[in-house]
């Protein structure tokens, strides 16, 4: 049908391609649009933020697992993560990357503090827990890059690194949604730019 589907990836658009540094702006583009749109309203659903950015732009969405999204950041699609914290992981992670700005997040920095027994359930029975959705967009074999929303002043300009989804799995898995397109969905001019890009890759 086209050349992007679900189970059928589009070419890849690598970080050494010509066409990585219009992906990334593409992607902070997005960002800046649902932040716009949304960063006002409380308890927004995702898929309410998918939905809209997906038909705004003649994108579609899909859930997978992780090695899924892996494979689709490795091809340079984004993919949307949302992970759910307990303010007590709240507290770990935002000290973490306070003092470590361009550090890898592991589960050892989620724990520390935790109680000599490492029991992760303790005291976080009772906490409020709170979501996030971050971009994931590089992925290489000791960890992963994700874009955060709250500018360049957070972390590494805005990014931050971990070393796995379980890191940030404290209450619940990581979700994850490859966002994709049909070659089919793009205007004609699209098209061709696309079919340009790749002939050059």
């Not at 992007?4 to 583009?29: D, E, F, H």
């Not at 749109?37 to 933020?49: I, L, P, T």
């Not at 992760?120 to 590089?138: F, N, Q």
Request: charged fraction near 30%.
């Amino acid at each position: 049908m086209g050349l992007a589907t679900p189970t059928q990836s589009p070419p890849p658009l690598t970080l050494r391609s010509c066409g990585s540094l219009a992906v990334q702006v593409a992607i902070q583009m997005l960002r800046d649009d649902i932040i716009r749109k949304f960063h006002n309203r409380r308890n927004r659903s995702e898929r309410a933020v998918l939905q809209y950015v997906c038909r705004r732009y003649g994108l579609h969405f899909q859930r997978v697992r992780f090695p899924q999204a892996r494979e689709a950041v490795r091809q340079g699609r984004a993919v949307v993560a949302i992970f759910t914290l307990s303010s007590p992981g709240w507290d770990k992670f935002g000290e973490f990357f306070s003092t470590h700005r361009r550090g890898v997040l592991c589960r050892k920095h989620m724990r520390a503090g935790r109680g000599d027994d490492g029991d992760d359930s303790e005291g976080y029975a009772d906490s409020s827990r709170d979501g996030h959705v971050v971009t994931y967009i590089k992925d290489d074999d000791r960890y992963m890059t994700l874009m955060n929303s709250w500018g360049p002043d957070f972390g590494d300009r805005g990014f931050f690194k971990i070393a796995g989804p379980w890191v940030l799995s404290e209450l619940v898995p990581m979700e994850f949604f490859d966002i994709f397109w049909y070659e089919d969905d793009l205007s004609k001019q699209a098209q061709r730019s696309f079919r340009r890009l790749h002939r050059r890759m």
